[in-house]
């Protein structure tokens, strides 16, 4: 222990000692200096030094003895059974940890594919008096409630249509079938679905479609579609909103551009996130901040690229653009 002691303040003693021998030798050369009390003056220097030395050996090491006594007192078998090493119970605790975290994992999703089928088999059900409600405000005479009726039957069947895409959006893979579709009638068939929004907010559309063919799964395409024209509706007053496509880069495109109050150029990076609306108008309830973002993700699988351009109070425009039918090579179902 004085060993290791002595060794590891080594630097510190040898400076000491050597600045001792440097007086010393200083003293005995120059005559001016009177050699003799220098010389008691090292010499009671070197006995204080050597009293610190026992000192600070005898308070440092005192600590790390009586670690060592409790280390060698410590009996490890009294904790361990003799048949089973410390690394088998880590091993075996890691084990059942793992296990039950699996189990509880797959407990959770159980219960939540149980919700989503009930989530979407109340959907359905709730689909079924909607329709039929549809069907008995089209029997109504008076044009005024008939329009306010259709309206608000509206905003339920989207709100719905929404949630439904929401919980198959994360089995969108397993959903889609990839073939040719008909641009014109898809589009022309969810502006039929959205005519009394458009007759009662007084918007129209300017259609312009110079490419009718693209390639990808009506159904979600069509979800697609609806909500970028809804965001459109909802956003503009009277007036028209354009839609057109066009072939660029050997990639189709469809463009939907309205006039309405625009987004600020700070929100833009944000517009496709889950549940952002805006930071400029804190008051709009109608906004779920859902649309876009379902949008979003049911493109990605699609392989479309969705480009935003716009500016306040003076509209918004979306672009599509569609991919070859090389890009669908590892999607099943092509």
Request: glycine residues 2%; aromatic residues 10%.
């Amino acid at each position: 222990m004085i060993k290791n002691f002595l060794i590891e303040r080594r630097s510190w003693i040898l400076l000491f000692i050597i600045q001792q021998l440097v007086i010393i030798l200083v003293a005995y050369l120059d005559n001016a200096i009177p050699f003799k009390p220098i010389l008691y003056i090292v010499f009671l220097s070197m006995i204080i030094f050597i009293l610190f030395l026992v000192v600070r050996y005898h308070k440092e090491t005192k600590f790390y003895k009586s670690l060592e006594e409790w280390e060698n007192n410590l009996d490890l078998t009294s904790i361990i059974e003799p048949e089973r090493p410390f690394e088998k119970i880590i091993e075996k605790s890691m084990t059942d940890q793992t296990e039950r975290l699996k189990r509880l994992a797959s407990e959770n999703q159980l219960v939540l594919e149980m919700e989503k089928d009930e989530l979407l088999a109340w959907i359905h059900e709730v689909k079924t008096p909607l329709t039929a409600m549809h069907l008995i405000i089209e029997r109504i005479d008076d044009k005024p409630l008939k329009s306010q009726l259709t309206y608000e039957w509206l905003r339920i069947h989207l709100l719905l249509d929404q949630q439904l895409h929401h919980k198959r959006i994360s089995f969108i893979e397993n959903d889609l079938f990839i073939e040719t579709i008909n641009l014109k009638e898809l589009i022309f068939k969810e502006l039929k679905t959205l005519q009394s929004w458009c007759i009662r907010k007084g918007i129209g559309f300017d259609i312009q479609l110079e490419v009718t063919e693209v390639l990808s799964d009506a159904k979600w395409l069509a979800f697609i579609i609806r909500q970028l024209l809804s965001n459109s509706i909802k956003y503009s007053e009277a007036g028209d909103i354009n839609i057109k496509s066009f072939e660029e880069n050997d990639r189709a495109k469809l463009e939907i551009q309205d006039f309405g109050r625009g987004i600020d150029p700070k929100d833009l990076p944000r517009i496709f996130d889950k549940g952002f609306t805006s930071t400029t108008n804190h008051a709009d309830n109608a906004s779920t901040g859902m649309g876009l973002y379902l949008t979003k993700k049911a493109a990605e699988p699609l392989h479309i690229h969705i480009e935003v351009r716009s500016k306040i109070d003076a509209g918004t425009t979306f672009t599509l653009s569609f991919p070859k039918k090389n890009d669908f090579v590892n999607i099943a179902g092509m």
